[in-house]
């Protein structure tokens, strides 16, 4: 299996811009996690989904950032319009159906908003 | 509110030396229970988990965690380290409702003397 993968590895875009990440996870998992990491605070979670269906989104930021997963095998997460404070690493995880409870990370993907 | 506290955000150890990484929990009940590594630039990879059984569980590199209840704590140990365990260790539990999300601390670097 090729693991969890995400696009793209590194996005440099203007204050402004609408910025889409997008995750494959892995066959057969139901579960998908997309959490964001800073220096300052970490690695939250942003939003998950379960079956496709979102579950919590208390941790995403604000209005300006969504998430769908249309199907089972792929995910988006949107910032419209990005600010500079939007810079972090964004990682996507998922985790399976059987009686295996921890999530597998794909490689992130490094926003910079300038 | 659940939550995971690493309160090591730097440790800094000779190479062959014992590690000792401390993590506490608050949770309502007992939670799954994971450590995770991260590697600069790399996403997020599985160490060890616990969920039930034995206290004391055994992971991938040579890497072991003692589950206490009584303390709330999951601390992650390795009897004498190597220059390439430098990196980023991740505490995080997870309902055992395992629909449920997963939270993580903080982290904490781990620097090695050579």
């Known amino acids: 299996d090729a693991g969890v993968i995400q696009s793209p590895r590194h996005e440099v875009t203007e204050m402004g811009q609408e910025v889409t990440l997008r995750c494959k996870p892995i066959?057969?998992?139901?579960?998908l996690f997309w959490y964001r990491q800073t220096m300052m605070r970490g690695l939250e979670l942003l939003i998950y989904f379960n079956n496709n269906v979102p579950i919590d989104d208390s941790g995403m930021p604000e209005d300006r950032f969504s998430a769908k997963m249309p199907n089972a095998s792929f995910s988006t997460l949107k910032i419209q319009p990005s600010e500079p404070r939007d810079s972090a690493v964004y990682f996507c995880?998922?985790?399976?159906?059987?009686?295996?409870?921890?999530?597998?990370f794909g490689q992130g993907t490094r926003l910079t908003v300038v | 509110a659940q939550s995971v506290t690493q309160p090591d955000i730097h440790i800094t150890v000779s190479e062959g030396a014992s590690l000792e990484l401390r993590c506490n929990y608050s949770y309502g009940a007992t939670p799954y229970l994971f450590w995770y590594v991260q590697s600069p630039g790399q996403g997020l990879q599985l160490l060890l988990k616990y969920f039930s059984g034995d206290t004391l569980v055994q992971g991938i590199k040579g890497f072991e965690a003692e589950f206490k209840r009584s303390q709330s704590s999951f601390n992650l140990r390795k009897p004498s380290v190597h220059w390439s365990d430098a990196a980023e260790y991740f505490c995080?539990?997870?309902?055992?409702?395992?629909?449920?999300?997963?939270?993580f601390g903080k982290g904490t670097r781990l620097h090695i003397l050579p």
């Open positions: 995080a539990v997870g309902l055992m409702n395992r629909d449920d999300k997963i939270i």
């Open positions: 995880a998922s985790r399976g159906r059987v009686t295996v409870p921890e999530a597998f």
């Open positions: 066959s057969g998992h139901n579960s």
